[in-house]
């Protein structure tokens, strides 16, 4: 038998109700596991901050990507400050509002300075391309980027990079 729309919404509706608990005890269950936790955080990325865009990827892989890179991050990303996240100065992902794209993992307190340097320097992103991983900067409005398919070589590249030109200018 071939059930209609009505009559899968009401059944669905009718297990929810009977099942409240269960599925608020699954639900909560499931947030507290990695995934979850890594589903709630990416989506608070994704929110639109007052001003501009919420953190924007080309991709799921992308955002998972940042989310591992935010996860075992242990030292602010800036060369300069390369201090160890405490209680007082978390870590934050830093992105930029007016691309939406991603930039470091940074201190609290370095990522409240960037805000101010907005338009300036920076924007930074490894994207997946279809062969392989593309790293895009933009630097006082200059533009370099590089490709290849070892990501991690260009993970390399891109803190080297970034260490030489981002933070000496
Ligand atoms: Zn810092």
Redesign the pocket.
């Known amino acids: 038998m071939v059930q209609s729309k009505e009559e899968i919404a009401k059944t669905r509706k009718k297990y929810y109700e009977k099942n409240k608990e269960k599925i608020a005890k699954q639900h909560k269950e499931y947030s507290q596991t990695k995934k979850g936790k890594m589903n709630h955080k990416i989506n608070s990325w994704k929110q639109k901050p007052k001003n501009g865009y919420g953190l924007i990827c080309e991709n799921r892989e992308e955002y998972e990507y940042i989310y591992d890179r935010y996860y075992f991050s242990s030292h ?3 060369p300069k ?3 160890e996240y405490t209680e007082d ?1 978390w870590k934050c992902m830093d992105h930029c509002h007016d691309t939406g794209l991603f930039r470091n993992i ?2 609290h ?3 409240t300075k960037r805000t101010l340097k907005e338009n300036n320097s920076g924007i930074s992103n490894i994207s997946k391309q279809k062969t392989g991983w593309q790293y895009r900067i933009v630097i006082k409005g200059q533009r370099y980027s590089k490709y290849s398919t070892d990501l991690e070589w260009l993970k390399e590249y891109k803190i080297k990079f970034e260490k030489e030109n981002l933070y000496n200018l």
């Open positions: 602010c990303e800036e400050c390369n201090k100065n940074l201190c307190s370095c990522n």
